[in-house]
Structure formats: structure tokens, C-alpha cells
């Protein structure tokens, strides 16, 4: 395995709306950002990966973009990123920029040039069809609901968006829409960042035939994912970009993928098939979703969820490389999704860190995360902001959905979870903004906030800073194989990592219940170092056999 920065690099994910507000108009921004580097920096993070700021509508908070070259209004001005990446630099870090080319927005002068004539030399840069027998070119739906085709009548056609109608569909297949492209990306990358998370990449090859999805009992529209996830010449476009921007950086790529599989991680990731460092994968993310998606809720079982980590893991052990994450901003808090948010909130935020960190691949912390920020209930749903949870509640309401089983999937999975401001301190709006917050602050923020958990020596925040540094100092944590224990327990996640004569013992409790750990008989050693633990108290260096506590999360260096 080859050594390389972005290997040995713990990611930290800005969202920039709801991070910092300098100007007291709501929304967080640049300068709020620049205002809080040393609390990133403090931290120990090397690497920060900022969410969407461009030029947008905001119709879907930023990942509709109007002009990939210039700064939204709410956020600042390129002046303002500027000093933004010389102040990430100077302390050392790194800023990579998300990259979203799936689609643009329905007011980027390309579209706007597209849909004035058939004829406009930008009309190909779109995917445009005919209607079929009266209806849609396809059933496929929108992955924020609907019909994924939008009709056009001044030229009579449809125009493909797999998500929101204000987000058209680039097409790929056009080599000068590529180039255009990879000269934008040639334009950020010569003012110094150093790398892109490249949103739903593996969208960006759609088939020549848009063929009708498979149709659910009840339902007007259909998946049409089979035929554009991984597409048929996904890969091809991702080693062109690599040859003709990427090959002539030092820099970091993460692809998102949703319904990516190992198998195809390996292609994607294979340092000798020149495409991409890393994949976001999402099958863990799935595994408490019920057969009808996200919104039908099922409890997690464990064993799932280490099969499925231990699974990637494997797959990538010697091709490849994974990313580690729990939280992002599409996701629910993981406190609140996996732990417990009440009684064990910071037990089992520590746990989900230490069963993260501690594994093979590039560790991703999102804002608030080090924190063990929560989910937040809000009664109504005129409070939520995000069009994915707007778009659910009418769809399910208008199916006779009763409303209270409608805001139970929105409380356990709504993006707007992830996104409720930054809790910096116990000041009004939690030190987020002066004035009214663009979306409400979550009102635990009294008691959960960044300047309460850095002045408590036991916080998250400093068992987080504690991970980091291990991670800094062992290389076992970052190279190490790795091997799953007692797959068939229901309550304790326990694996080792190993490298050299080193090997790293991790003892995860993911419930609160108190279980016997009981260690394999094939794994001797000569001494153990505990060098992590969520207890105050430490644990018996007998590593034989282990009463447990709730959430109990625990490390040893075996020698």
C-alpha cells in the first residue's frame, strides 16, 4: 500500500449556511467560516471540505449552480474565499471544494441559451426527449419526487432532472460540455485548492435509451437508478478527467456514490486505474431503511452493520480506499440515529467516533459532530427549510399518510437534522447569528455547545481532538489490516488492526446494555496499552474477559 497525504488526513465538513454568520443576516458565510479556522485547526484536522458556495437560486441549498466561477451573495465574495483559503493554508490545512456536475442550474446561462431554440449550441449540453404516447420520455422518478422529466413547451420537448425541475441534467456524452468542464475545475485548482468531493458522480453517465422502470403496485413513477448508477461510460469520463486535470495535482478526490459496490470501488479507487482517491458509499446508511426508502423506518441491527463495514473494509484492503463517516449533510445525527441522544448521549457519540476512527480508510467529522449535536424536532413543518423533506411531506400527505407517522421519518431521517445551525455557545441563537436564523436553532443548545465541551476536559470535543492525534502518532490506525471479532454477537463490535508487530484491539459496546467481552483465543499478546477509552475510570488491562458498560468503547495496543 502506498503512503499518501490524504490517507493519513481527518476531514472536516463545513456546511457553510449553517456554520458561522459574521453579518447578522441569518445565514452563516465566509468571513464566519475564516472567524472559526483555529477552532477547526484546534482540533487537529488537516483537511477541510467545504459544501457548495457558489453562485446558486439556492433551490436546493446550493447544489444548483448558476455560475461554477463565482461566490453566492449570502456567503461573500471571491475576495472573501480568497482570504479564506490563505488562512486555511496558513494553518496548515487544506480546503477541497465540492464538485457538482451531474447537473446545473435550471438559471446557468447554458441552460437558459438551451431552451430559448433546438437549435442553440448549448441545447446539447442538456438531455432533451420527446414525449412518449402522450407522457414523460420515461417513468423514471426525481430522488426528491415526481416525474424526473419536466416538460418544455417553447420547444415542445422534456428535459431529464433526477432531482429537483431547477436542477437540469448535464449531458456527458458532449465532449465540448466536458471540456468546459475540466477547464473550471484547471480554474480552481490553479488558484490553489486542493481537491473536490464530487458530488453524485456516478450519476454523470446516462444510457443512449431511456428505458421505463420497474413500476411498484400503487405508484406512477419508477426508479430508473439500474440504468444511470455507474453508467456505461462512467469510467471513461472519470480516467478523461483524471488525464486531462487531475493527473497534474497533488491533490484529494471523493466521489459520492450512491449504489456503488465494492466491486466498482475498486475500479473506481485503483491507484493503477488513475479515476479517483476515494468513494462515499451509502449501504450503511441504508440499513435501518425500510423496503419503500429512507422515510419507511426499521431499527438497525447490528450484525448488519458490521457486515457491511467489515465487508468494505476487506474490499479495499489492498485496492483502493475507503472513506469513514457516519454524519454528512444528508444524513440524520448520528447520536440521534445510533446512539442514544438522552441518557448515554456522550457515551455513545465517544463509542460511534472510537468504532469510526479507529478503522482503515480517511475519517470524515461534520460541524457539530465533535460536539454530539442532535436531531431536532420541530413541530411544524413550515419550520423545515429543505425541499427533499417538502416534497415527502406533500407527496405522503396527499397519499392519506396520517401526519404524526409522516413527522416520525422526518424527526428519525430529514436532511434539515444535519443542517440546523452550529451551537457555539449558550448565548442567544447558540452564538450562530445576531439575528433571526435561516433555519431555527436546535434548543438544547443551552446545554450542548462548542464552548461548554472545550472547557470540559471529559467532552466529546476532546476525546474527538484525542482520536486525531492517535491517528497523527500510530500508523497502525491508518495502514493496519484489519480483522472483524465475534461477528455473531448482538451487542458488541470488536476488531483488530494490524501492522507489523503492532495491533490495535478495539471494544465497542453499541447498546447499553452491560456484556462480557471475551477475548478470541487466538489473539495473544505480550502487553496491552490502553490508549483510548469513553470512561473516565480505565478499564482492567486483562483483556480476557471484559464486563462492559453502556456504550463502552475501549482501544489497546497489543504487543
Keep these: 500500500m502506498n503512503k499518501a497525504w490524504w490517507k493519513e488526513s481527518v476531514v472536516y465538513q463545513i456546511y457553510p449556511r449553517s456554520f458561522m454568520d459574521s453579518n447578522g443576516d441569518g445565514i452563516g458565510d465566509l468571513q464566519g467560516i475564516i472567524s472559526k479556522l483555529d477552532y477547526i485547526k484546534n482540533l487537529g484536522i488537516d483537511v477541510i471540505w467545504l459544501s457548495p458556495v457558489y453562485k446558486s437560486p439556492n433551490d436546493d441549498n446550493g447544489y444548483d449552480i448558476s455560475d461554477y466561477q463565482d461566490i453566492m451573495d449570502d456567503f461573500g465574495t471571491m475576495a472573501d474565499w480568497e482570504q479564506l483559503l490563505v488562512e486555511v493554508h496558513e494553518r496548515g490545512m487544506k480546503l477541497i471544494m465540492d464538485l457538482v456536475v451531474n447537473h446545473s442550474s435550471d438559471e446557468h446561462p447554458w441552460f437558459l441559451e438551451a431552451r430559448q431554440s433546438k437549435d442553440s449550441k448549448y441545447r446539447d449540453y442538456y438531455i432533451w426527449r420527446k414525449g412518449k404516447n402522450g407522457k414523460e420520455p420515461s417513468n423514471w422518478y426525481s430522488n426528491f419526487g415526481g416525474s424526473a422529466w419536466e416538460y418544455d413547451e417553447a420547444t415542445d420537448e422534456y428535459y431529464l432532472h433526477l432531482f429537483s425541475k431547477k436542477q437540469p441534467d448535464l449531458n456527458w456524452c458532449n465532449p465540448s460540455l466536458r471540456k468546459e468542464i475540466y477547464n473550471m475545475m484547471k480554474w480552481w485548482l490553479e488558484k490553489g485548492i486542493d481537491g473536490f468531493r464530487m458530488d453524485v458522480i456516478n450519476f454523470i453517465s446516462k444510457p443512449e435509451n431511456f428505458e421505463d422502470g420497474d413500476l411498484k403496485p ?10 444511470y448508477r455507474n453508467g456505461p461510460h462512467i469510467h471513461d469520463y472519470l480516467q478523461e478527467m483524471n488525464r486531462e486535470v487531475l493527473s497534474h495535482y497533488d491533490v484529494m478526490t471523493v466521489g459520492e456514490m450512491p449504489g456503488v459496490t ?3 470501488a475498486k475500479l473506481y479507487t485503483s491507484e493503477d486505474r488513475k479515476e479517483l482517491n476515494m468513494v462515499f458509499q451509502f449501504e450503511h446508511m441504508g440499513l435501518d431503511n425500510g423496503e419503500n426508502g429512507k422515510w419507511d423506518l426499521k431499527p438497525l441491527k447490528l450484525a448488519d452493520l458490521k457486515a457491511n463495514l467489515s465487508k468494505w473494509q476487506l474490499a479495499l484492503e489492498d485496492t483502493g480506499w475507503n472513506s469513514l463517516y457516519f454524519n454528512n449533510h444528508d444524513q440524520p445525527r448520528s447520536v440521534s440515529r445510533f446512539g442514544n441522544d438522552k441518557k448515554y448521549r456522550v457515551e455513545s457519540a465517544k463509542m ?4 469510526l476512527h479507529m478503522m482503515k480508510g480517511t475519517p470524515y467529522v461534520y460541524q457539530g459532530e465533535e460536539i454530539g449535536m442532535t436531531n431536532i424536532r420541530f413541530d411544524s413543518i ?19 399518510i396520517p401526519h404524526q407517522q409522516i413527522m416520525e421519518s422526518i424527526y428519525a431521517k430529514g436532511r434539515d437534522n444535519s443542517r440546523t445551525p452550529m451551537q457555539w455557545d449558550a448565548s442567544p ?21 462548542a464552548e461548554a465541551e472545550i472547557s470540559n476536559a471529559n467532552s466529546i470535543y476532546h476525546y474527538y481532538r484525542k482520536l486525531i492525534q492517535l491517528r497523527k502518532k500510530y500508523d497502525v490506525i491508518v495502514y493496519g489490516k484489519y480483522e ?16 507489523g508487530d503492532e495491533k490495535l484491539l478495539v471494544i465497542c459496546n453499541f447498546y447499553e446494555g452491560q456484556p462480557m467481552f471475551e477475548l478470541p483465543e487466538h489473539i495473544t499478546y505480550q502487553s496491552a496499552e490502553l490508549l483510548i477509552s469513553n470512561y473516565p475510570e480505565k478499564l482492567t488491562h486483562e483483556l480476557e474477559s471484559i464486563q462492559l458498560r453502556p456504550y463502552d468503547a475501549s482501544v489497546f495496543l497489543l504487543k
Design 484 to 499: 472483524l471479532l465475534l461477528p455473531e454477537h448482538q451487542e458488541i463490535f470488536a476488531y483488530t488492526r494490524t501492522l
Design 382 to 400: 413550515e419550520d423545515y427549510r429543505d425541499i427533499e423533506i417538502i416534497n415527502m411531506f406533500k407527496e405522503q400527505t396527499e397519499a392519506g
Design 352 to 355: 460511534l467516533a472510537t468504532l
Design 429 to 449: 441563537n447558540a452564538g450562530f447569528t445576531t439575528s433571526t436564523p435561516w433555519l431555527k436553532v436546535n434548543p438544547n443548545y443551552i446545554e450542548i455547545n
Design 218 to 227: 400503487g405508484k406512477k413513477y419508477a426508479s430508473g437508478s439500474k440504468f
Design 262 to 264: 465494492p466491486e466498482l
